[in-house]
């Protein structure tokens, strides 16, 4: 029989696993309902994985990071999300969408300047493509960037759902961001982005608001971020002028991924509870497992959580980051998992009764939580596009 295990191919990622599982259960698990209840995220939290060199779990070792795979990205999102998704969503948003696509695309200069502060956790990161008026249609953006005679760089518009945005209840603003202007148009008339490290301090940079209220991830800041004539330096633009869809495209195939694995986390957390729930609970004179009904949520969910986890580590292993060409599956896997984590959840609810409609009890979090990752980093119909899209591209993937 083979041992393989492709959620923990070698003794490396089981190690993580086993460091990164018994840290959240000190760390993250005690705080996860507390901040939820209170819009609050953890900067200091968040701040503190520096230490365990998780921050830059993907980025090169001579500044800072820990130079791991994809499957080791993953193993941390879904380990981190069985506790707290909105601390999770946080911590994706910093290491996947700020330092890995910083790693990957940065110029020399600007890695070596600001990989090792976000490494640290003494900056926060984050990333800002979406706009009030622009959320799928990413070329329909409509902050702009002009470059001035001087050379630096003049930026203006509006991002929105900007996840560590601000970093307090203050409206203080994440201390750098990875912001997508347009800075002109092809011969074809298409919208041609490009990259700037925008900097706290830099003049015309605030945080508009800190979005509250919001279904779950309450334990993350959203907020909305302000460009209002906004200098950047020119050392601050992030490869070629007009050449930033492809990195773009790259890094949204290791953020789909993560935040499949997210999904992975709340889906086996929601199944562990709703499976205790079901011995321990006693009605009509036996454990409600017994009952017919139960055991379909139960064995639905233990089918869906290990379909989920199987498509995800296989995605996960054969994802090379800083390449593209691996959206059918990053696609594929965030398609699949988001909604299954939200069903399951929904069953644990279910099982659990009364108490599954309570805080104390987690699973009305991890329902609410889930929520989230149908609509972020690509909506559920955005994944049904580009996965038919591409099939009708290369149709051979459905029989290799
Ligand atoms: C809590 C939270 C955190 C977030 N964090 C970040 C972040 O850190 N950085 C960032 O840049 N963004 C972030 N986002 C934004 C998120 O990525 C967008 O909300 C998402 O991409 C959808 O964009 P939209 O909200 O503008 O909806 P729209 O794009 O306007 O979509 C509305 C509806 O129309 C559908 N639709 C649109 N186009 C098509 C089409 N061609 N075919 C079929 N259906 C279509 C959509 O699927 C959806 O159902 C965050 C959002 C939230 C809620």
Request: glycine share 10%; net charge negative; aromatic share 8%.
């Given at each position: 029989m083979s041992?393989?295990?492709?959620?923990?191919?070698?003794?490396?990622?089981?190690?993580?696993?086993e460091m990164v599982r018994e840290w959240t259960q000190e760390n993250v698990e005690p705080q996860a309902h507390e901040h939820d209840r209170d819009e609050k995220f953890n900067l200091e939290l968040l701040r503190s994985m520096g230490e365990l060199g998780l921050l830059g779990i993907s980025a090169p070792e001579e500044y800072g990071g820990a130079g791991?795979?994809?499957?080791?990205?993953?193993?941390?999102?879904?380990?981190?999300?069985?506790?707290?998704?909105?601390?999770?969503?946080?911590?994706?948003?910093?290491?996947?969408?700020?330092?890995?696509?910083l790693a990957y695309n940065g110029t020399e200069e600007q890695k070596a300047r600001i990989l090792p502060k976000v490494c640290s956790?003494?900056?926060?990161?984050?990333?800002?493509?979406?706009?009030?008026?622009?959320?799928?249609?990413?070329?329909?953006?409509?902050?702009?960037?002009?470059?001035?005679?001087d050379g630096t760089w003049l930026l203006n518009g509006r991002k929105m759902w900007i996840t560590n945005g601000c970093i307090d209840e203050e409206g203080t603003p994440a201390d750098v961001v990875w912001?997508?202007?347009?800075?002109?148009?092809?011969?074809?008339?298409?919208?041609?982005?490009?990259?700037?490290?925008?900097?706290a301090g830099m003049p015309g940079y605030s945080v508009g608001q800190k979005i509250?209220?919001?279904?779950?991830?309450?334990?993350s800041n959203t907020a909305e971020l302000v460009f209002d004539d906004c200098i950047v330096p020119e050392a601050n633009l992030v490869g070629d002028v007009g050449q930033s869809l492809l990195h773009m495209m790259g890094n949204l195939e290791l953020e789909r991924l993560t935040l499949a694995a997210m999904a992975l986390g709340i889906g086996r957390r929601a199944l562990d509870e709703m499976n205790r729930y079901a011995t321990d609970r006693v009605a009509f004179n036996a454990p409600i497992r017994e009952f017919g009904q139960i055991q379909r949520y139960i064995g639905e969910s233990w089918a869906k959580y290990r379909a989920m986890r199987a498509y995800i580590y296989d995605t996960a292993n054969n994802l090379t980051i800083g390449t593209s060409g691996q959206r059918l599956d990053s696609d594929g896997v965030k398609l699949f998992a988001t909604?299954?984590?939200?069903?399951?959840?929904?069953?644990?609810?279910?099982?659990?009764?009364?108490?599954?409609?309570?805080?104390?009890?987690?699973?009305?979090?991890?329902?609410?939580?889930?929520?989230?990752?149908?609509?972020?980093?690509?909506?559920?119909?955005?994944?049904?596009?580009?996965i038919t899209r591409d099939l009708f591209k290369d149709g051979e993937a459905i029989n290799r």
């Open positions: 041992n393989m295990d492709i959620a923990n191919p070698s003794e490396e990622h089981l190690m993580l696993r791991l795979d994809a499957v080791a990205c993953t193993i941390v999102h879904e380990e981190l999300s069985a506790s707290d998704p909105g601390f999770a969503l946080a911590y994706l948003a910093h290491s996947m969408l700020f330092v890995n696509n956790g003494e900056w926060i990161g984050a990333m800002a493509m979406s706009e009030p008026d622009a959320g799928t249609d990413v070329l329909g953006l409509g902050t702009s960037a002009v470059q001035q005679d912001v997508y202007a347009k800075t002109g148009e092809d011969e074809r008339g298409r919208v041609q982005l490009s990259t700037f490290l925008v900097e509250y209220d919001k279904t779950g991830m309450r334990a909604t299954a984590a939200k069903e399951i959840a929904d069953a644990a609810m279910q099982v659990m009764g009364g108490y599954g409609y309570v805080g104390e009890y987690h699973v009305e979090r991890l329902w609410r939580d889930a929520k989230l990752l149908e609509i972020g980093g690509g909506t559920l119909e955005s994944h049904q596009k580009n």
